[in-house]
């Protein structure tokens, strides 16, 4: 007995019972791969953030004197 033959034997109710049901275990599949590949972008995103050397505003503040190693003393 093949699959044609079993929905060959439903009434039209089930037949669109079946048919709702393949379609929305489509979707789902399509979603869980979307899912997948979001989960691995994103994994791929940390790991570039991990090996950057630092955020740029750090590496700026350590290369330039602050406003207060600027100024002379007093000033405001």
Not at 9 to 37: N, P, Q
Not at 57 to 63: L, M, N, V, Y
Request: charged share 35%; net charge negative.
């Amino acid at each position: 007995m093949s699959d044609h033959d079993a929905v060959d034997g439903l009434d039209d109710e089930e037949r669109a019972t079946v048919e709702g049901m393949e379609r929305g275990l489509e979707w789902f599949y399509r979603a869980h791969g979307v899912l997948v590949a979001v989960r691995h972008a994103v994994g791929s995103a940390m790991d570039h953030f991990e090996e950057a050397p630092g955020p740029p505003w750090r590496a700026r503040r350590d290369r330039e004197p602050s406003r207060r190693q600027a100024l002379p003393g007093g000033a405001r």
